[in-house]
């Protein structure tokens, strides 16, 4: 059969096994993530079902994902609000920092994995997956709670040390000497200020480019954009992500509305195959053995998401019942925590890191939805007892 042929099968069964997967997610009312996971883990070596010759083309899919997932997650702020936000939560943000950074780094360093595996996991520890924490407020009907503006100002607190978090991390990957390194993270900074100056004082002549009447003109507009300045960023040792991040930042209104609403299939679809890609780079037999403690680390870092989130509520003044939303809505982890592991993964920081990632999403993308479910009775009979 020929080549183009047999990719076309194999990536055609993945995505209607994707859509099949998102289904019964939607009907059991969990996040499809770990599904995802799941069918990478199948799909993959090792795996029930390893494709022959679509893998290098899912990987360029996934890359596409992960810059649209950082895009429409900077449309929802716009830079006014993202400097306002991170003076008023400074704080809150760096005891979130250390409350669940830390945890991974003494994870990888107590197994003797390294300093440089240490790094990443204290990263795959720390970012909380915006995506599905959106959900779940959405889903619950927290979205005008007074604790979510909590919430959302520590996922851009964390969003923004991830910008500065990543070329770090590459560089240590890379093993770039000091001098390089501190280059590297010094071009970083400045490409990430320049950006968000660009957004804050000239973001009207940004929007006025982007700006048409046609969906199709607009949505070429926005993710050429957005794929131009990634490429630029990852040229100059800054993640592709969060250089498609701060394009969504410079972008606000109406014309940020219509954007997220024209990308919300396209990111959709990517995001599952990124998610799909994970997995395939992951050998399901190397998971078992490590299970138990990606979920020991699970648990422990659950208490730190929740502590976090508590901490940061109660300086904004909020009753207990919204501490303890505040602390479950920082529980999922996803997006980033996969792209972490998978830059360490794929620059062999450890054989054991890229399984211990997987499972520790997979128990925490999954508990954290259902958590926030099963104790939502309990929150509801606190505040009205207060």
Same mark, same amino acid.
């Given at each position: %059969?020929?080549?183009?042929?047999?990719?076309?099968?194999?990536?055609? &069964?993945?995505?209607?096994?994707?859509?099949?997967?998102?289904?019964?997610?939607?009907?059991?009312?969990? $996040?499809?993530?770990?599904?995802?996971? /799941?069918?990478?883990?199948?799909?993959?070596?090792?795996?029930?079902?390893?494709?022959?010759?679509?893998?290098?083309?899912?990987?360029?899919?996934?890359?596409?994902?992960?810059?649209?997932?950082?895009?429409?997650?900077?449309?929802?702020?716009?830079?006014?609000?993202?400097?306002?936000?991170?003076?008023?939560?400074?704080?809150?943000?760096?005891?979130?920092? #250390?409350?669940?950074? *830390?945890?991974?780094?003494?994870?990888?360093?107590?197994?003797?994995?390294?300093?440089?595996?240490?790094?990443? %996991?204290?990263?795959?520890?720390?970012?909380?997956?915006?995506?599905?924490?959106?959900?779940?407020?959405?889903?619950?009907?927290?979205?005008?709670?007074?604790?979510?503006?909590?919430?959302?100002?520590?996922?851009?607190?964390?969003?923004?040390? %991830?910008?500065?978090?990543?070329? *770090?991390?590459?560089?240590?990957?890379?093993?770039?000497?000091?001098?390089?390194?501190?280059?590297?993270?010094? /071009?970083?900074?400045?490409?990430?200020?320049?950006?968000? #100056?660009? &957004?804050?004082?000239?973001?009207?002549?940004?929007?006025?480019?982007?700006?048409?009447?046609?969906?199709?003109?607009?949505?070429?507009? #926005?993710?050429?954009?957005?794929?131009?300045?990634?490429?630029?960023?990852?040229?100059?040792?800054?993640?592709?992500?969060?250089?498609?991040?701060?394009?969504?930042?410079?972008?606000?209104?109406?014309?940020?509305?219509?954007?997220?609403?024209?990308?919300?299939?396209?990111?959709?679809?990517?995001?599952? *195959?990124?998610? *799909?890609?994970?997995?395939?780079?992951?050998?399901?037999?190397?998971?078992?053995?490590?299970?138990?403690?990606?979920? #020991?680390?699970?648990?422990?870092? %659950?208490?730190?998401?929740?502590? $976090?989130?508590?901490?940061?509520? +109660?300086?904004?003044?909020?009753? +207990?019942?919204?501490?303890?939303?505040?602390?479950?809505?920082?529980?999922? +982890?996803?997006?980033?925590?996969?792209?972490?592991?998978?830059?360490?993964?794929?620059?062999?920081?450890?054989?054991?890191?890229?399984?211990?990632?997987?499972?520790?999403?997979?128990?925490?993308?999954?508990?954290?939805?259902?958590?926030?479910?099963?104790?939502?009775?309990?929150?509801?009979?606190?505040?009205?007892?207060?």
């Amino acid at each position: %059969m020929h080549e183009t042929a047999i990719l076309f099968l194999e990536f055609g &069964a993945v995505v209607l096994g994707l859509g099949i997967l998102g289904a019964l997610a939607l009907r059991v009312g969990i $996040s499809p993530i770990p599904l995802y996971l /799941i069918a990478g883990l199948a799909f993959g070596t090792g795996g029930i079902l390893p494709l022959a010759t679509s893998e290098e083309f899912i990987s360029v899919g996934a890359e596409l994902g992960v810059i649209l997932l950082l895009l429409t997650l900077g449309l929802e702020y716009n830079a006014g609000e993202l400097v306002t936000s991170l003076k008023g939560n400074a704080r809150a943000g760096l005891v979130d920092v #250390v409350l669940n950074a *830390v945890p991974g780094a003494v994870f990888a360093l107590l197994l003797g994995w390294g300093p440089v595996a240490a790094l990443a %996991m204290a990263g795959v520890t720390y970012a909380t997956s915006s995506g599905i924490t959106a959900k779940v407020l959405s889903d619950l009907g927290w979205i005008g709670n007074r604790e979510t503006p909590v919430v959302l100002s520590l996922l851009v607190f964390e969003d923004l040390t %991830m910008a500065i978090y990543l070329p *770090v991390l590459t560089a240590v990957l890379a093993g770039l000497s000091f001098v390089s390194g501190a280059i590297t993270v010094a /071009i970083a900074l400045a490409t990430v200020s320049v950006v968000l #100056v660009v &957004a804050l004082r000239f973001g009207r002549f940004i929007q006025a480019f982007v700006e048409s009447p046609n969906s199709e003109v607009l949505l070429l507009k #926005v993710v050429g954009l957005a794929l131009l300045v990634a490429g630029v960023a990852q040229q100059l040792q800054v993640s592709a992500a969060v250089g498609a991040f701060l394009v969504g930042i410079a972008l606000s209104g109406k014309l940020a509305e219509d954007a997220q609403a024209l990308l919300a299939p396209l990111r959709d679809l990517f995001a599952a *195959v990124f998610f *799909v890609f994970f997995g395939l780079q992951t050998d399901p037999a190397k998971i078992g053995p490590v299970v138990w403690l990606a979920a #020991v680390l699970a648990v422990v870092t %659950m208490i730190t998401k929740l502590l $976090s989130g508590a901490y940061a509520a +109660r300086r904004a003044g909020i009753a +207990r019942a919204g501490w303890a939303r505040a602390g479950i809505a920082l529980i999922p +982890r996803g997006e980033f925590n996969i792209v972490i592991a998978g830059l360490a993964v794929a620059a062999g920081a450890h054989p054991d890191l890229g399984p211990v990632a997987a499972a520790y999403v997979l128990i925490l993308a999954a508990f954290g939805p259902l958590a926030a479910r099963l104790v939502q009775p309990f929150i509801t009979a606190i505040a009205k007892r207060a």
